[in-house]
Structures are given as C-alpha cells and as structure tokens.
C-alpha cells in the first residue's frame, strides 16, 4: 500500500502567469526550467538540445538572446519547440524586443544588466501587448551598483528591492504579467533572499542557486537552497544552474520535485542499499548499471537493487520491483513477494522486463506471472547465506560467560 502523501507546508498564495500552456503560480505544478548551451542561431543543434531537455523533465526552456542572429534562431525554434521558450536578455535591450518578434514564451530580464527606464517600460509596453510574461532575475553577482553601494554588497534586502524596483517601472506601463527571481551562489543569501521577496510580493517566484558548479557540490548547494524554499512552500518554478550537460539540470528538477512529493513521479525511483559486509554483488555496479537501463523512461516506479537476499526483500518490501542478489543469482520480487530467480548477469536485464511487464499489466497482473519456486528458492539462499557468514566473529558466547563473571563477581 502506498504511504500517505505529506504535505511540508502550504504553498505560498500567488498570482498565475502562463508561459505558452505551462501555468505558473496560482497552485499551478512547481515546473522544471533549463536552458540550452548551444548558439541559438544553431537552430538545429539547440532543438536538439531542447528535445532532449524536454525528455529529461524541463517543462520550460530557456535560450540565449544575445545576438541579432540568436533572435533569428528562435524565431524558427518557437514553433517546433516542445516546449515554451524563454529568451534570456543581457544588456542589449533591443534583444527583449527582438525576442519578442521572435514569438517567445517569455522574457528574462536581469534589471542590473538593463538600467535605462526608458528601455524597461518600452520591453514591458511591448510584452503587455503581446500577452508575454517576463521574469525578474536579479542576480546577486551582476547587482545594479547603486543598490550595492546603498547596501554596502549584494544583501538579501538590495536584491530585493533590484527586483521592486523593477517592478515599479513594469507597473508604470500596466504590465504585471510577472515572476520574479532572485539568485545566489552563496546558499545562506539566496534562501534569505527569496523568503524576504516572498514577504513583499504575490508574483510567483523562480528559484534557484546561481552558478552552482558541477556536481556533485553543485547539486548539494542547489539542492540545499531550493529544497529548504519548497519545504516552506515558496516556489513556483525552479533551475538547477550546473556546470554540467543541461539534462543533468532538467533531470535533478524533476528528481528533487518528486522526492518532495510536489510532483508526480514521471520515470523510476531508484533506491539501492548503502552494500556491506553481506553484499553479493557490486551494489553501486548494479544500480548505476540500471539507472543507466532505465534512463528517461516514463516508469514511474520505485525500484529497489539491494546487495543481499538475507535483508534486501524485506528492507525493500514497499518498492514495486526489486533484485537482491544471493549465490550467483538475482531474485526478484514484487511488493516484496519473490516472484523469479534469475542469473547474475542478468539482473539488470530482468529488473527492466519486469518493469515494463508491471506497466502493461499492473501489479498484480506481474504477480500472477510469479514463478512458482522463486520463494522457496530464496529462502533457500536466505539461510545458505546466514549459515555461510553466521560465523560468530564477535565470539560471543565467550564475552557472555565473562559479563557473567564479571557481573556476578560484584
Ligand atoms: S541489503 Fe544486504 S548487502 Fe545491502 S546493506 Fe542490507 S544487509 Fe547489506
């Protein structure tokens, strides 16, 4: 049976915005966000790369609009884009209006890069128009130098108010079709940040840490400060920023989301035990070995790789399917019920034909394909193996007899 969901907390109440048919905000699904690290004027190359992102779990993608020609680009990958498109704008303000003809989803502006009102209001008059939300994305480390001279350094108070201020010209031209960021790559500012915007505006908010670095750091530091926003339930939408192939961003979105319970699980959950001393089998071989069998697909199962048959079957009884490895061989089970013995080297093998057989028919539909020996035969290996590593290395029928003596000689 499966466990009750728990909420960690309720979601902070915001506006709605919709970026082409992703809503966001509003008690819209928190989406997965990531962006391409092609040139956008390589209109294949980037479709690909979006494809491919989309695969992985982005909901929305984010493009560079650096160039005349990066505009060009997007104005042919918007329409055969998966998903929505966002164009990130740097310090050409003529980029936001170009990306805007080019038929974008929505802009990001970066108000330290962009300063002259003029130009904010004309970018905002000109979204409003055409229905297109732009983001806010402050960025502690390209903060407008005026707010950092009046704060004395990029402070969670001189972010935020970048990001008002913003607003204010926004709002100047009637446009508040908008999300706001305000990111970080020190994890401590970033948190303080977002929970002091989130204090101050009812625009949903876009998480994320800034130039995390590659993993494995960078998917802890990201993982650190968007998880502790989402558990107080600030967030709508999030990027992982890793030094990494963009998939891996996409992919640790849509991870983290679903470890929260905010989103439904879309491919396999893979838990596998830590191994020890009674481990059978190479337990990291093997669960990488899956995780790299099941990839992208949609399975949303959780699925267990545990080092031994002695504990794995019972530790992972609420797993859909599992493998624990025992004398050369794999068993596998089903809700914790053995339902096949198969060889060693075939173990990552069966966990996906097992997998799949679970989609097609359900549950109980793989269980009553179970063969019939497969419990006998892992009891059988069960004990061999207690037998076989039950040596009493602690000897401790001798310690007994010594607390005995020790004890009774007071
Ligand atoms: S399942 Fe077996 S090998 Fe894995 S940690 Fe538990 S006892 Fe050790």
Known sequence: MEAPSIVLAPRRKTRQIAV?????????????????????????????????????GA??????????????????IVPRSPVPIVADVHNNWRMGLAALEAGVHCLRLNPGNIRNPDHIRTIASQAK??????????????????????????TPEAMVESAQMELAYFEEVGFEDVKISVKASNVA??????????????????????????????????????????????????????TAPPVEEARAGRQLLEALGLRQ????????????????????KVAEEAMAAFGDRQIPLQVAVM????????????????????????HLFVRGRNVAVVPED?????????ADLIMAEGVEGALSRADAGAEAEAEADRLALL??????????EERVELIRKTAGSG
């Open 129 to 154: 128009d055409r229905g297109v939300p732009i983001r806010i994305g402050v960025n502690a480390g390209s903060l407008d130098s005026r707010l950092y001279d009046k704060h004395g350094g990029a």
């Open 387 to 396: 037998e076989a590593k039950g040596d009493d290395v602690n000897h401790s």
């Open 265 to 284: 699980r879309r491919s396999v959950d893979l838990i596998a035990c830590p191994s020890c001393g009674r481990a059978e089998i190479d337990v990291i």
């Open 346 to 354: 075939e173990m990552v093998g069966a966990l996906v034909e097992w």
């Open 307 to 330: 080092g031994c048959v002695v504990n794995g079957p019972g530790e992972a009884r609420d797993a859909d399917l599992g493998i624990a490895a025992g004398r050369r061989k794999g």
């Open 20 to 56: 082409g048919p992703v809503l966001v905000g509003g008690g819209a699904p928190i989406s997965v966000q990531s962006m391409t690290i092609t040139k956008t004027a390589d209109v294949d190359g980037t479709l690909a790369e979006i494809y491919a992102l989309a695969g992985a």
């Open 189 to 242: 500012l970033m948190i303080e940040a977002y929970r002091q915007l989130a204090d101050v505006t009812d625009h949903p908010l876009h998480l994320g840490v800034t130039e995390a670095g590659p993993p494995p750091a960078g998917l802890v530091k990201a993982t650190a400060g968007i998880a502790t926003l989402l558990a107080e339930g600030i967030g709508d939408t999030i990027r992982y920023s890793l």
């Open 59 to 76: 909901d929305i993608v984010r493009c560079t609009c650096n160039h005349e020609d990066a505009a060009e680009g997007l104005a042919r």
